[in-house]
């Protein structure tokens, strides 16, 4: 099972900073998602992304897949205390998505 | 409301003693899933269903069973539950019908905690 590297696993940051966390894989895939999971509940789809250097933007995030299409990055502008979360990217693999380990987020007012 | 729903929430049990965590889903997806989350290794699949009387193993399906008699339920039975089975659990669920590029947009319920002393 190829995993999927995300970075960096902690990140504590003051309300109106910006910051961007990461998701690396070794092996080229056809499509990745990013999710976010608050405490107490299960993880919510953000973005899929399909081509390589495709970028999207939901509000204030902004979302990249690589050019080969191995990595993948999440780019939070002026973070609010609402950003504070577990963000997780998702591989693609036939009929299951493979997790990445996370970046759990918090946000200080 | 759309949503998938899991029963119990919360689990304290014992060595051995067979349990099941239900999960049910009101969207008519075809596809259904069980996760495991613990620190460290992220999300982790034990089983998934493309459809009833159809389930196939994930990436952690020792100690695990469940089955798909129908659309909307998915249950994850643990036959005799041990501590390195204590995790947090999510079903999800999908329409293989709406595909996000390649991938399927999972719904997810809100997880059962399951501690086995």
């Known amino acids: 099972t190829q995993l999927l590297e995300q970075s960096p696993q902690f990140l504590s940051i003051q309300e109106g900073e910006n910051l961007t966390v990461y998701c690396n894989s070794s092996?080229?895939?056809?499509?990745l998602q990013w999710y976010r999971q608050e405490p107490g509940e299960g993880p919510v789809l953000l973005v899929t992304v399909v081509t390589g250097g495709e970028v999207k933007k939901l509000k204030r995030l902004t979302f990249q897949f690589g050019d080969a299409r191995k990595d993948s990055s999440l780019h939070i502008t002026a973070a609010q205390p609402g950003d504070t979360g577990l963000y997780l990217c998702?591989?693609?693999?036939?009929?299951?998505?493979?997790f990445g380990t996370g970046t759990r987020l918090q946000v200080f007012p | 409301e759309a949503q998938v729903t899991q029963n119990p929430r919360y689990l304290i049990t014992v060595t051995g003693k067979k349990l099941t965590v239900t999960c049910s889903q009101n969207m008519n997806h075809e596809y259904m899933s069980w996760y495991r989350q613990d620190p460290g290794l992220g999300l982790r699949q034990i089983y998934y269903?493309?459809?009833?009387?159809?389930?196939d193993k994930g990436d952690v399906p020792e100690g695990y069973k469940v089955s798909r008699k129908e659309k909307r339920n998915f249950p994850l039975i643990l036959e005799s539950p041990s501590p390195n089975q204590t995790s947090l659990y999510f079903c999800?669920?999908?329409?293989?019908?709406?595909?996000?590029?390649?991938?399927?947009?999972?719904?997810f319920g809100p997880g059962t905690r399951l501690t086995v002393t």
């Open positions: 999800a669920s999908s329409s293989i019908f709406i595909r996000q590029g390649e991938g399927y947009e999972q719904y």
């Open positions: 269903s493309m459809n009833v009387e159809v389930t």
């Open positions: 092996s080229v895939f056809s499509s």
């Open positions: 998702a591989r693609d693999n036939t009929d299951k998505l493979i």
